[in-house]
């Protein structure tokens, strides 16, 4: 018998269950679970108002984890747990997943750090590569910077190549947080922020052409760095934190031949995520990478779960099994 957190209800937190071990089925391999991060594309998935649809319960929810083989070679998988019926996730304390969706990990890698990083650090690095084309020697704009993708992108970007990087938050200690991590400077979102005014504060960070943006909030933040942007600059977006929409001007986009790229993990390859993850995890074993984490046990999987919901968990949420 293994423990596993199931999901009986959507907009409901899973609790601890015992159940039978699974047996792999052909292609897949078991994988014995470390650490689970809780990411807010669980949450989604499980509240049964996401755009893949009401998932069928019960299930065990949990997109991504870190373990070991039977062998013990420490490895990342994926799942695709709330996003297709009939998928237990990674919340187990073992699985089997489909064999292509794991990626064998460097020794010395820390397991649960690689498990905040998880996606999101993937994400941040293949929307400035993949997507952003990142360069030697750009400066970059990081908005949203103290979430974990925005973490994550401030390092990355400047791991990358980058010059410079400006980081834009709401709270100052996100801000303090996004230059302890590298950040040139950090500029703050404030409430009342309309397109001109946060532009303008952006100019006054800026030493020299912007090149790039990296986006997972959108809205007005998006818009005001559209204007900040070099001629033939790129915005990527991959989030929308700060609005569903953004107040973009055809003039703002035409004047400068500026390019809009939409970024989802959905849209790599199998081989495109497991080089990214093998970059994220090469700098995180080495100390070169990290974002804001807490721990938590597996038995708590309730409380965690409420707390990644409501906004009110310490940084990514990593259970420990």
């Known amino acids: 018998m293994i423990r596993a957190a199931l999901l009986t209800a959507c907009g409901t937190p899973p609790t601890i269950v015992e159940r039978p071990a699974p047996v792999p089925a052909d292609g897949e391999v078991a994988v014995t679970v470390e650490a689970v991060p809780i990411t807010p594309l669980d949450v989604l998935?499980?509240?049964?108002?996401?755009?893949?649809?009401?998932?069928?319960?019960?299930y065990v929810p949990g997109v991504?984890?870190?373990?070991?083989?039977?062998d013990g070679t420490p490895v990342w998988f994926g799942t695709s747990a709330g996003m297709r019926s009939g998928v237990d996730g990674s919340m187990a304390t073992i699985v089997a997943v489909p064999a292509a969706d794991v990626v064998a990990l460097p020794p010395g890698v820390p397991l649960i750090l690689l498990a905040a990083l998880g996606l999101s650090a993937v994400a941040a690095h293949a929307a400035l590569t993949h997507a952003g084309d990142l360069a030697a020697d750009e400066q970059v704009i990081v908005l949203g910077?103290?979430?974990?993708?925005?973490?994550?992108?401030?390092?990355?970007?400047l791991l990358g190549g980058a010059r410079r990087?400006?980081?834009?938050?709401?709270?100052?200690?996100?801000?303090?947080?996004?230059?302890?991590l590298g950040a040139a400077v950090s500029v703050p979102l404030l409430p009342d922020d309309d397109v001109a005014s946060l532009a303008e504060r952006l100019r006054d960070a800026a030493e020299g052409p912007v090149d790039l943006v990296l986006d997972p909030v959108f809205g007005v933040p998006a818009a005001a760095a559209l204007r900040v942007l070099r001629p033939g600059g790129r915005l990527v977006n991959l989030g929308s934190a700060a609005g569903a929409t953004a107040p973009i001007e055809s003039a703002?986009?035409?004047?400068?031949?500026?390019?809009?790229?939409g970024y989802t993990n959905n849209g790599l390859s199998t081989e495109q995520r497991a080089a990214s993850l093998a970059v994220v995890a090469g700098h995180a074993a080495a100390g070169r990478l990290t974002v804001d984490h807490e721990i938590v046990p597996f038995a708590s999987v309730a409380d965690a779960w409420a707390r990644q919901d409501n906004g009110t968990a310490a940084g990514r949420v990593v259970l420990a099994l």
Request: hydrophobic share 45%; net charge positive; with cysteine.
């Open 45 to 58: 998935c499980a509240s049964g108002t996401s755009y893949f649809g009401t998932p069928a319960t019960p």
């Open 64 to 70: 991504q984890g870190v373990g070991r083989l039977a």
């Open 145 to 157: 910077a103290g979430g974990v993708v925005g973490q994550a992108a401030v390092q990355l970007a």
């Open 165 to 180: 990087v400006i980081a834009v938050a709401r709270s100052a200690s996100a801000r303090a947080r996004a230059e302890e």
């Open 252 to 261: 703002v986009l035409r004047s400068g031949s500026l390019r809009m790229i």
